[in-house]
């Protein structure tokens, strides 16, 4: 099982930013899939998530309105698009898989990515 997120970098205030997950390893259509993200010195936070066909979606109360999330299935990929980007947006990002959708909980997750850092300047 393999999730490789990629997209991370540096970006102003107000900006914007879009990261990618490649799925391998598993049968990624069956599976809702989750963000989530670390700021420096903080506990790892859920940020939103899609189910299995990318029919529904929600969000942590901190993104709603900014970020969208949507997957390609015939990819294995899914995707957080983050507009109007704060400082504290700043995190490393995460993907993960689940088989409930529906969890905010890190551990209701059973696979992870490595993550990519999202730096955005005042």
């Known amino acids: 099982v393999q999730l490789q997120a990629s997209g991370g970098g540096l970006v102003q205030a107000g900006g914007s930013l879009r990261l990618s997950c490649a799925a391998s390893?598993?049968?990624?259509?069956?599976?809702?899939m989750g963000w989530f993200r670390q700021p420096p010195g903080k506990e790892r936070e859920f940020v939103g998530a899609?189910?299995?066909?990318?029919?529904?979606?929600y969000y942590a109360d901190s993104v709603k309105g900014r970020f969208t999330i949507s997957r390609d299935n015939a990819k294995n990929t899914v995707y957080l698009e983050m507009n109007s980007l704060k400082p504290d947006d700043t995190a490393v990002y995460f993907c993960?898989?689940?088989?409930?959708?529906?969890?905010?909980?890190?551990?209701?997750?059973?696979?992870w990515g490595q993550g990519t850092l999202v730096t955005v300047s005042s």
């Open positions: 993960s898989a689940t088989l409930r959708y529906g969890g905010r909980r890190w551990h209701e997750y059973v696979y």
């Open positions: 390893g598993f049968t990624f259509s069956s599976y809702a």
């Open positions: 899609i189910n299995w066909s990318g029919s529904s979606d």
